[in-house]
Structure formats: C-alpha cells, structure tokens
C-alpha cells in the first residue's frame, strides 16, 4: 500500500505541474494574440528583409511571410491567429480538465484508499472527458482546416480523423472504472463484517 501512495503523491504532483502549465499557456496565448495584434498593424515596409513566418498546425502549414514579404491579406492573417488561438486555448483548457479530474481520481489513492466510495464514478467520468477530448480534438482539426480552405491557405479539404487511441484509451479507463467499481462493493462489505 505504501507503493500505492507514493506513486500517487508523485503522480498528484505532475497533475498539479501540468494544471500550472496550462494556466502559464493561456497567459501566454493572450501576451501573444496582443503581440500579433500590434504586429499585423505595423507597416509592411518596416518588416525585416530577412523576416519568414510560417506557422504550422498537424498537417497544414500556412506561410505569412517570406523574405519581408506578405504573402496573405492582414484580414486571412487576423483571421488565421485567431482560429489558432481559439483551438489553441480550447486543448489547452480540455489538458487543465483532464489534470483535475486526474488529481481527483488520486486523492482517495494518496491517502491509501483505492477503492473509496464513488471512485469508480470519477474513473467513469474520467473516461467519458477522454471519449469527449478525443472527438473534440477532431472537431477542432476539422474547423481549423475549414478556416485555411476559407481563407484559401489551403488548396485542398483535409478529411476529418479521430484518433483511435483516444477512443480505445476510454474503453480502457470504462474498463477500469468497472474494476474499481468491484473493489468498492468489495471494500463496502469488508466494512461492513468490521
């Protein structure tokens, strides 16, 4: 049992990193939306010669800047950022969910207590976020290519993917839960003969 919880405390601790890490992220989402904002309005002429920027996202790449020069309307520019940051704030916050919900699955198991009451429906919704995240993650991958073939970035669709990993992992965490759900029923009559 002692396993259980150091493991648990050390997991705790990445969880708490990561829900810090994604705060961190947001904040720099914003500094760097306003840093674009400020950006798109300078003048072109005062762009570096040497000056390339291309930003990438899963499959697609879209170039901004080559050598100085613009290669897109400020309007696709502004449009591009803020489709960007949108999904990107949205993963972001979809991370910060799935750390607490994490950390919540760990406390019963920190204090050496595995199989407390309604951990299994924690596990449960642990994997129905999963299930949720990874359709999520589609949809966005979708939008985001929506917004490049608007603003013609991109010459052809790109078909829509859902991971599978995403979708099996739920299974697994499903799986899990029902496990833990066992456990409970057996901790419950373990007290009860007590």
Known sequence: MEKLTKTA????VFAKILFIFCIVSICMIIAANI??????????????????LVF??????????ENGQLLVTKQQLAIYILTFSITL???????????KLFRRILVPMKEGRPFE??????????????????????FIGFLFDTV?????????PL?????????????LIYLISYIFHYGEELQKQADETL
């Open 159 to 171: 078909p829509i993917t859902v991971s599978l990993d995403g979708i099996f992992a739920a299974i």
């Open 148 to 156: 490049l073939i608007a603003i013609s970035a991109e010459p052809e």
């Open 35 to 52: 840093f674009m904002a400020v950006a798109i309005n300078l003048p072109i002429e005062d762009m570096p010669k040497a000056l390339s």
């Open 56 to 65: 990438d996202f899963d499959d697609s790449d879209f170039a901004v800047i």
């Open 9 to 12: 405390r050390i997991l705790d």
């Open 117 to 138: 009451e309604g951990i299994s429906a924690v596990i449960k919704k642990f994997g129905h976020f999963v299930l949720a995240a990874t359709v999520i993650r589609a």
């Open 89 to 99: 704030a949205i993963s972001v916050v979809i991370l910060m969910i799935g750390a």
